[in-house]
């Protein structure tokens, strides 16, 4: 019995598969409600990542009961995987077979909103959107938005160190965490939820945990930065000469004087395959070679800022046709076309997905780069580049041909295209890695891409704080 289970072992005690004695412990610990078993466990899996094994998944209430489990889980040597909205895309709460999932679904309270301290304290298990709307009520912004945040939860987002559509101006996740409440992998409570923006009390703990995907600890609750409400948000749909010409617009526009929030780009055919499903029109030439979403943090002179910078645009030639939202429901459609780019990968179906990261000034030169290096290779096959843009972090995608899946795609593909993708990034100074994650997807590319000395130093913090190697095994460091 004792055997079995999994496969996070290098260096590491083998962990314990979860018995009837060891559930009833857990169970013990939670009440009837706070254990479930059974098939019932696996979470929904998203784009294709395989489901969970687990059959066992912890429902804790409060920071307290996650002590408690973790302290059972550590006594007797059980894997623990902390779980989320499960929106994430490299399998980092695909739980292996034996392991607890610890869903944090139960803590969702919002603890208190002070908007005189311009922040928000909320448990890990609310939902990123409940968050954002209890700001907007409040008259604050939290600065925080991606497509999943309908179903993400705080506690996954600041465990991925998501980015998604504001990171331009707002940074990722941990650039508006002030504070966490954490339980370490032995069980103890570590209470860091201080509201202050200036923090230098020795090192940044609060950072380590941060985008380590649940393997050093559990994040419990947090306090996130609000910032002041924007007047307005303006947003414009554009037709780009090129996608060589996409930093160079954005530049234009900061050079005006606008406080550009978000920068997204359509790639060569991402508009298409974003209006593929027949439910939304497209406001601008759909032929064009490429598009961008912008959007605009405005007060009462933004709007004509923005159309005059778009006429200087519109004459020099780098763009061929631009339409500013003229309503908030029209800006909500353009931002739904976005969101569909996304779901038309998901409908086709891919062959690979990247998601790198390269300096701004190299952009352009690194898309060329990349088709360059496709043409040998890809055949058929649809490449999709799209995304942040203006952060500089593209999502790359390799489509089947039409009316392909992607099990028909040359054996060997996805492997080439993500060296391609990755090795041109780190050519770069870029990331293979940029708002994704490790998970347990990336893996092989961590080990092979990462300076020998950081992944030595990353195994060594691992072991500090996870010793028995019980959280989230098996992702980033094995
Ligand atoms: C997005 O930006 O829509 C998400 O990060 C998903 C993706 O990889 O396409
Ligand atoms: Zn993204």
Not at 210 to 215: D, F, L, R, V
Not at 230 to 259: F, K, M, N
Not at 350 to 356: F, G, K, P, R
Not at 428 to 440: C, M, Q, T
Request: with cysteine; glycine share 12%; hydrophobic share 45%.
């Amino acid at each position: 019995h004792r055997a079995s289970l999994c496969k996070a072992r290098s260096g590491y005690q083998m962990l314990n598969p979860i018995s009837e004695r060891i559930a009833a412990r857990i169970e013990g610990a939670l009440g009837p409600r706070g254990l479930v078993e059974g098939e019932a466990v696996a979470p929904h899996a998203p784009y294709g990542v395989p489901a969970s094994q687990a059959l066992h998944m912890a429902r804790p209430s409060s920071t307290a009961e996650v002590a408690h489990v973790l302290r059972i889980c550590a006594e007797e040597r059980i894997g623990v995987v902390p779980l989320g909205g499960a929106t994430g895309f490299v399998g980092g709460t695909r739980a292996p077979q034996g392991t607890l999932l610890l869903s944090m679904a139960r803590m969702n309270t919002i603890r208190a909103i002070e908007p005189a301290n311009g922040c928000i304290e909320v448990e890990a298990g609310c939902l990123l959107a409940n968050a954002q709307a209890a700001a907007m009520d409040a008259s604050m912004s939290l600065s925080l938005s991606f497509g999943a945040e309908g179903s993400a939860q705080i506690g996954g987002a600041l465990a991925t160190n998501a980015g998604g559509f504001r990171a331009l101006r707002f940074g990722s996740a941990r650039d508006i965490c002030l504070g966490i409440e954490a339980v370490t992998s032995d069980g103890a409570i570590w209470n860091g939820l201080r509201k202050v923006r200036k923090d230098n009390t020795g090192y940044d703990l609060k950072h380590l945990l941060i985008g380590s995907e649940g393997t050093l600890a559990v994040i419990c609750a947090a306090v996130l930065r609000l910032d002041p409400k924007p007047v307005q948000r303006i947003c414009a749909v554009v037709a780009l000469q090129s996608e060589g010409v996409t930093i160079g617009l954005l530049r234009q526009l900061q050079g005006a004087g606008a406080v550009v929030s978000a920068f997204e780009l359509f790639g060569e055919g991402g508009l298409a395959l974003a209006l593929e499903d027949g439910s939304a029109m497209a406001p601008v030439n759909v032929d064009a070679a490429a598009h961008a979403l912008i959007e605009i943090d405005a007060d009462a002179g933004s709007r004509s800022l923005l159309e005059a910078t778009l006429a200087k645009a519109l004459e020099s030639g780098i763009i061929s046709d631009a339409v500013v939202a003229q309503s908030e429901a029209q800006r909500a459609r353009f931002w739904q076309l976005r969101e569909a780019t996304t779901d038309g990968i998901g409908r086709a179906g891919w062959i690979a997905s990247a998601d790198v990261s390269v300096p701004l000034g190299e952009l352009a030169a690194y898309l060329s780069d990349i088709r360059e290096g496709l043409k040998q290779e890809a055949g058929a096959a649809r490449f999709i580049a799209y995304g942040h843009a203006g952060d500089g972090n593209l999502h790359l995608n390799l489509l089947p041909a039409k009316g392909e899946t992607p099990e028909q795609a040359p054996v060997g593909l996805d492997a080439r295209f993500y060296r391609l993708c990755y090795s041109q990034a780190m050519r770069r100074s870029g990331s293979f890695s940029a708002e994704h994650g490790i998970g347990r997807t990336k893996m092989s590319a961590l080990a092979h891409y990462l300076d020998p000395v950081e992944l030595a130093l990353m195994k060594s913090v691992k072991h500090a704080l996870d010793p028995l190697g019980i959280m989230n095994p098996g992702v980033i460091i094995d």
